[in-house]
């Protein structure tokens, strides 16, 4: 690509920059976090995929199938949805991840025309939360026959329905700003934070905090965890008792896998705080 590249992408996260930070480093890609308004966050890639190509020079991949993985990465998981906007010199889109379901996009070529789904657009609306009237209508006016709105109008038009819920973009990314030159736009800001790969200790913590901050983490820290894990143990110990006396390896193997799998909870629990340096209270 030359230096005025149109190819470009942001990936909107609906947290907090803290909620992102770890999960984002296993894309192991160079990435810029930034908040972007009331409870959203902001990565914007370097782009080397559909840049330079791949590892060992392999020739550069799309920009929307490689922004579609990471956002399904990132939301795996989580209990925030991800957006990823992108767009190139034929076509531009968006694709929405959120935890295992199935991502739903739509895509515009360069001209403006529609060529999505319109449900997917609706399904887009219901799972971050709009309003099913006035932000549907507003986004289905993106779907229709426009020769006046191209595909860089058709992405600010979304953009302007999310600011209902809270996005606030930092000047200059958005997809008026050439691809090679919203890495720019984001670095310096004193909101900015790098972020890379930074080794296998990471690619080992990220994912437990990832866990830890959807909504298995009361279960996995803190006084829900140890309740939990307690109470396995509580009911665990007498079960296997009563399997041996009874001779039933059934009902023992299910005591022990119960009293085992209470006392690891536990030691997780210990563990973590331990190492975070937060001491366990009730």
């Given at each position: ?191 900015t934070e790098a972020i890379s790969w930074t080794g296998r200790r990471e690619a080992v913590r990220a994912p437990l905090d990832a866990v830890e901050n959807s909504r298995l983490g009361p279960w996995m820290r803190g006084p829900g965890a140890r309740l939990l894990g307690g109470a396995q143990v509580a009911a665990g110990l007498p079960l296997a ?42």
């Open positions: 690509m030359n230096a005025t590249s149109p190819v470009g992408a942001l990936l909107l996260c609906r947290t907090e920059p803290e909620n992102v930070r770890t999960v984002a480093h296993l894309l192991r890609e160079r990435m810029l976090l930034a908040p972007a308004g009331d409870g959203w966050s902001v990565l914007v890639p370097e782009g080397r995929p559909w840049r330079d190509g791949g590892e060992g020079g392999a020739d550069a991949e799309p920009v929307d199938r490689v922004v579609a993985g990471w956002a399904a990465a990132l939301a795996v998981g989580s209990t925030w949805p991800v957006l990823a906007l992108w767009w190139d010199g034929d076509r531009a889109g968006h694709t929405l991840a959120y935890g295992f379901r199935r991502p739903v996009g739509y895509v515009w070529l360069a001209d403006g025309t529609p060529v999505g789904e319109d449900e997917a657009m609706r399904t887009f609306a219901e799972r971050l939360g709009l309003d099913p009237v006035l932000d549907v209508q507003a986004l289905e006016e993106l779907i229709r026959p426009d020769p006046d709105a191209d595909a860089r109008i058709r992405l600010r038009g979304l953009l302007a329905v999310l600011t209902r819920i809270g996005l606030n973009l930092p000047p200059g990314l958005d997809p008026d700003t050439p691809g090679d030159r919203l890495y720019t736009a984001a670095d310096g800001r004193p909101e008792l009563w399997g041996i006396g009874r001779r039933s390896g059934g009902w023992t193997f299910a005591g022990v896998l119960l009293t085992a799998h209470g006392a690891l909870g536990l030691a997780y629990d210990r563990f973590r705080a331990e190492r975070t340096g937060i001491v366990a209270t009730d």
